[in-house]
C-alpha cells in the first residue's frame, strides 16, 4: 500500500485551509485524493483549500448529496462516502470522473471497496490534543510521486512551514 512521505501540523481551520490551497498547485489530471479521518478533523477545510488554490470558492461538504463537481481546472469532484451504504459506492461511477481527466477527492475512502486511478494521493488527518491542531500526513503514489514529493518540499522549506519526512 502507500507509504507515507510527508507530516505537517496545523493549528487552525485557517492553515488547513492553507495548505489545501499549496497541495492544490500540483494537482494534474486524473488524480484521485483520498481523506481519511474522524468527523471534524478538517477534510472538508482541506478540500475547500483545495478549490479555493484552483479559483472556486463556494466548497460545501457532500455529506447529504454525496457528489458535487466544482468548475475548476482541472475539474474537481468531491465525494463523501460517510453516508453510503456498502457496495453502493459503485453506483456512483466514480472511475469515469478519472476517465474524463477530473480530480477525484474522496472523503472516508474506506468505505469503498477500491477506488479508481492509478495516480492516487492519501491524506490522514488526527486530532492532537490541542483543541484545533491536527496532524496531516500525507502519502502519494503514482507516476510521478518522486518528482512530486522533491518540488513539495523545496516549497515548503521556502515558506518555512515545519514538516516531517518518514
Known amino acids: 500500500m502507500e507509504k507515507y512521505f510527508l507530516s505537517i501540523v496545523s ?9 489545501g490551497s499549496f497541495f492544490s498547485g500540483y494537482i494534474e489530471r ?25 479559483g472556486f470558492y463556494a466548497v460545501r461538504s457532500p455529506s447529504f448529496t454525496l457528489v458535487h463537481e466544482y468548475p ?10 460517510y453516508r453510503i ?11 469515469e ?7 477525484l477527492v474522496v472523503e472516508w475512502p474506506e ?11 492519501f491524506f490522514d488527518f488526527f486530532q492532537r490534543e490541542r483543541r484545533n491542531e491536527r496532524l496531516i500526513r500525507w502519502g502519494i503514489e503514482g507516476r510521478r510521486a518522486e518528482e512530486v514529493i522533491h518540488a513539495i518540499v523545496t516549497e515548503l522549506e521556502d515558506r518555512r512551514w515545519a514538516y516531517t519526512l518518514e
Open 11 to 19: 493549528d487552525s481551520s485557517e492553515m488547513t485551509l492553507s495548505f
Open 97 to 103: 470522473f478519472i476517465d474524463n481527466g477530473d480530480v
Open 30 to 54: 486524473d488524480l484521485c485524493i483520498l481523506l481519511r479521518g474522524d468527523l471534524g478533523s478538517g477534510k472538508t477545510v482541506f478540500t475547500r483549500g483545495l478549490a479555493q488554490g484552483l
Open 72 to 81: 475548476t481546472k482541472p475539474r474537481l469532484i468531491h465525494v463523501d462516502l
Open 111 to 121: 468505505r469503498a471497496d477500491g477506488l479508481p486511478g492509478k495516480n492516487k494521493w
Open 85 to 95: 451504504e456498502e457496495g453502493l459506492e459503485n453506483d456512483l461511477v466514480l472511475d
